[in-house]
């Protein structure tokens, strides 16, 4: 009878290391491949020089970051907003290499990574 009380904590104890163990090599592959040859996409401002009379803005922005991420489609995916009133230009989620790719476009001004800026308050400067 002692030798099945111990053997089942045994085997637990086992059972258990071998799914941590597992895990823990499935969580390594995974970062392993996300990390080769896959560039983080994150969101760019690009600004173009506006259009010529009459040509339809989205269309023509449109055109301008397929030839940076390979096609249409993927451009339509990659658009976050399509700036057209006070500036041309729009905002993408693209790779570095592919804006680096955008920079390269004649009818391209700019390519800057979109920042985040947050307002701070100091209460003790409000009096």
């Not at 990390?35 to 023509?60: I, N, R």
């Amino acid at each position: 009878m002692t030798t099945t009380t111990t053997t089942r904590p045994r085997a637990a104890a086992a059972a258990f290391l071998l799914v941590l163990l597992t895990s823990a090599a499935v969580s390594l592959a995974t970062a392993a491949a996300a990390g080769h040859g896959q560039q983080q996409a994150s969101v760019y401002m690009v600004m173009v020089k506006p259009p010529t009379q009459g040509v339809d803005c989205e269309a023509y922005q449109m055109g301008i970051l397929a030839t940076a991420v390979g096609s249409e489609a993927r451009a339509k995916a990659a658009l976050v907003y399509s700036y057209k009133t006070v500036v041309s230009g729009f905002a993408a989620k693209l790779t570095p290499a592919q804006a680096d790719e955008l920079q390269k476009h004649p009818d391209v001004l700019q390519v800057l990574p979109d920042m985040k800026y947050t307002l701070q308050s100091d209460s003790n400067h409000l009096n």
